[in-house]
């Protein structure tokens, strides 16, 4: 293995630490245990393991029976972590909610096949957006109602 060394100042690498927390968020936490990807969380976890080792402040903790290191935190027990992935997932809700409404409302006027022609899509489902993103900052999920068949 070639072990590529990176000079960072103690800043830089509370923010790597922060970064590489905030990408594996990204790709693991909606995952099943078992769907992770491995190779996200080991490097998290060796990015960590070797932070807690300089500074010896007890962010980290050494298994007895393998000798693996351990975060002793995880992502959202950091604040600056925790309002990141909470911004990240306001604004994707709102975009998610906004861009299917869209959909929705686009099939039910064109059908089926527009949702496929990216070309007359485009085209066509502006008037969709700017309703929803009118609706949805204005009014939030407030006037959004289930109605019954």
């Known amino acids: ?3 590529m060394h990176i000079e960072l100042t103690q800043n830089q690498y509370d923010a790597l630490i922060k970064l590489v927390a905030l990408g594996n ?3 693991n936490a909606h995952r099943d ?5 491995a190779a996200f969380d080991e490097l998290e976890r060796h990015i960590r393991a070797r932070a807690g080792a300089d500074r010896g402040d007890g962010t980290i903790t050494q ?3 393998t000798g693996a290191y351990y975060a002793t935190w995880e992502a959202d027990d950091d604040p600056v972590v925790s309002k990141l992935i909470d911004e ?5 809700f ?3 909610l906004m861009y299917r409404l869209v959909e929705r409302d686009l099939e039910r006027a064109y059908g089926h096949d527009i949702l496929h022609d990216p070309e007359h899509r485009a085209t066509l ?3 969709f957006i700017s309703r929803w993103d009118d609706e949805l900052t204005n009014y939030g999920v407030g006037r959004l109602d ?4």
Do not use: Q, S
Not at 88 to 92: F, G
């Open 33 to 37: 245990e078992n769907e992770r990807i």
């Open 94 to 96: 709102w975009d998610e």
């Open 88 to 92: 990240y997932d306001n604004d994707t």
């Open 25 to 27: 968020w990204t790709a």
């Open 63 to 65: 298994d007895a029976e």
């Open 1 to 3: 293995m070639n072990a």
């Open 146 to 149: 289930v109605k019954e068949d």
């Open 125 to 127: 489902e502006e008037p």
